[in-house]
């Protein structure tokens, strides 16, 4: 099996000839047997001099199966000394970040497993050599004994052990869900610098593979539950599907791949067509943004939209609103159906979508806006001491701006703050405390009720009717003046960011303007 995940990586061009990698361990047989491999074709590259391969393996405890998540943790601490494998094992409270992001307990596993990952690729030259704490991280490292301390720039790759009944599995959830072509392509065995060695080996070999060679691996008790619907397609479907045909899960996937390898002609066809209906005349064909709002507009022109093929239609409508709302997550079939309808409806007609995005009948087509986040009016300066402000967004100045490539400095201002923009829920309001408020209080995703932390930073009843709050929803993200949510702080995978400055902190926020 060796062999054959070896060429599987040449073939995908997975691994350079030196290279780093960071491996997501979970203890289990899937996530065993990749690292095993990896510290494999690492020997085997020193041995002969054909190039390097540097492993750091990352385990998450979830905190949700005490005992049997604590052996687990101590079982991949075990072959991590034995391979010789340097190791990051983070803790986090997946019940809590469930509740924090209002997500399931899986979603919000894989999610914050995905955020460890892309966390110590590109920090782990913060974390110090002494297995001390670095936020809510232990680390250990192998030249830590040398003095030496490697820099996460170096990490290109993070390694994934989806294997063929994983995708198997995606493909029928997807299809259960609804989906579209993309849907059925299954998981990709390389999408940017993340990779999947195994995505070409079952889980029957896995783990007989595993038994050839005398190594032993973890058993989730809960992947039996059938509570999931993953774990019942894995549990109940497949084996069923299998009793048809054995080579199910088989065919399947390379129905995936095959689909994959089409939709890469279809998604590039789609994007030429967006751009034929958005950028044919200057004038009513336009992008237009707001740097200080957010504020974007889209216009669809109808007459070149109508020479779209059929088949990539509705395709080349999902596109657009993902443009207009910057995000893709949530934009739907519905959405699409909506706009198709709004099309053949009469000028003036709006529709509300997902992000505070409208979608407008015009003259010629439609029109796409997204509402600002904030507000950016301005204050007179010498009103600053008037306690009495009917507008309060007035007090404060908003910037939103793209995130520079590799910046990493943060301004650590009491009165100017900067936040993840794209993942605010709502539109950002600035007011005073109401029921409901929390705030979050540390990387698990832990809460805190306003109510609280108000009392236990010993802030007095009077004071808390006057704190300035820059809400989403009920989720606080700035008690202004004191502490910042750790939900909208900045991270990696940032890609806009949202500046706030309070006018009147100290010295009237003087000391505290805006960063280019």
């Known amino acids: 099996m060796y062999q054959?995940?070896?060429?599987?990586?040449?073939?995908?061009?997975?691994?350079?000839?030196?290279?780093?990698?960071?491996?997501?361990?979970?203890?289990?047989?899937?996530?065993?047997?990749?690292?095993?491999?990896?510290?494999k074709l690492r020997d085997e590259r020193q041995k002969s001099g054909d190039g390097t391969l540097e492993i750091t393996a990352v385990h998450v405890h979830h905190g949700l199966r005490g005992d049997s998540a604590d052996a687990d943790e101590r079982y991949v601490r075990k072959i991590c000394d034995a391979w010789n494998v340097p190791l990051v094992v983070y803790h986090k409270n997946i019940r809590e970040l469930a509740k924090c992001w209002n997500m399931s307990e899986e979603e919000a596993g894989r999610k914050a497993r995905r955020e460890a990952f892309l966390e110590v690729r590109n920090q782990y030259s913060d974390v110090p050599c002494d297995n001390a704490q670095?936020?809510?991280?232990?680390?250990?490292?192998?030249?830590c004994a040398n003095g030496?301390?490697?820099?996460?720039?170096?990490?290109?790759?993070?390694a994934l052990a989806h294997h063929r009944n994983d995708e198997a599995e995606t493909v029928l959830f997807h299809l259960c869900r609804g989906t579209d072509v993309r849907g059925l392509g299954g998981i990709a065995p390389v999408s940017g610098f993340w990779i999947r060695p195994l995505l070409n080996i079952g889980r029957n070999e896995i783990e007989s593979y595993l038994e050839k060679v005398g190594i032993s691996y973890c058993t989730d008790e809960t992947n039996a539950e059938n509570v999931y619907a993953r774990n019942k397609l894995r549990n109940q479907v497949i084996p069923q599907l299998e009793e048809i045909n054995e080579q199910a899960v088989w065919h399947i996937s390379r129905t995936a791949q095959s689909v994959r390898e089409l939709w890469s002609y279809v998604d590039m066809q789609i994007e030429e067509y967006k751009k034929k209906v958005l950028q044919i005349e200057p004038q009513s064909c336009r992008k237009e943004t707001n740097l200080a709002t957010g504020?974007?507009?889209?216009?669809?022109?109808?007459?070149?939209?109508?020479?779209?093929?059929?088949?990539?239609?509705?395709?080349?409508?999902?596109?657009?609103?993902?443009?207009?709302?910057?995000?893709?997550?949530?934009?739907?079939a519905v959405h699409v159906q909506a706009v198709e309808e709004l099309l053949n409806r009469q000028v003036g007609r709006k529709i509300?979508?997902?992000?505070?995005?409208?979608?407008?009948?015009?003259?010629?087509?439609?029109?796409?806006?997204?509402k600002p986040v904030i507000s950016t009016k301005m204050i007179d300066p010498n009103h600053l001491n008037d306690e009495n402000i009917e507008n309060p967004e007035a007090l404060f100045q908003f910037r939103i701006?793209?995130?520079?490539?590799?910046?990493k400095a943060f301004p650590e201002k009491t009165y100017t703050k900067w936040f993840d923009y794209d993942i605010i829920n709502n539109t950002v309001e600035i007011r005073h405390r109401q029921a409901g408020d929390v705030l979050a209080i540390?990387?698990?995703?832990?809460?805190?009720?306003?109510?609280?932390y108000f009392i236990n930073e010993k802030i007095s009843q009077e004071e808390r009717e006057k704190v300035w709050l820059v809400a989403d929803g009920h989720d606080i993200m700035w008690v202004v003046g004191h502490r910042q949510s750790q939900r909208y702080?900045?991270?990696?995978?940032?890609?806009?960011?949202?500046?706030?400055h309070f006018c009147k902190g100290e010295n009237y926020g003087r000391d505290s303007k805006s960063i280019s």
């Open 4 to 39: 054959k995940v070896k060429a599987y990586v040449e073939e995908q061009h997975m691994l350079e000839k030196k290279d780093r990698v960071i491996v997501g361990v979970s203890g289990g047989a899937d996530s065993v047997c990749l690292l095993f491999v990896l510290t």
């Open 134 to 143: 670095y936020g809510d991280i232990q680390s250990r490292h192998a030249e």
């Open 148 to 158: 030496r301390q490697e820099s996460a720039q170096g990490f290109g790759k993070i």
């Open 295 to 332: 504020a974007i507009s889209l216009i669809l022109n109808k007459n070149e939209y109508d020479k779209v093929p059929v088949p990539l239609k509705s395709y080349v409508i999902h596109r657009i609103i993902c443009e207009a709302a910057g995000h893709e997550k949530d934009i739907s």
């Open 352 to 370: 509300d979508l997902p992000y505070a995005v409208t979608a407008s009948r015009i003259y010629g087509g439609v029109k796409f806006e997204k």
């Open 401 to 407: 701006f793209e995130r520079p490539p590799g910046m």
């Open 442 to 452: 540390n990387k698990n995703g832990g809460t805190q009720r306003l109510k609280k």
């Open 489 to 500: 702080q900045i991270t990696e995978s940032t890609k806009k960011i949202l500046e706030i």
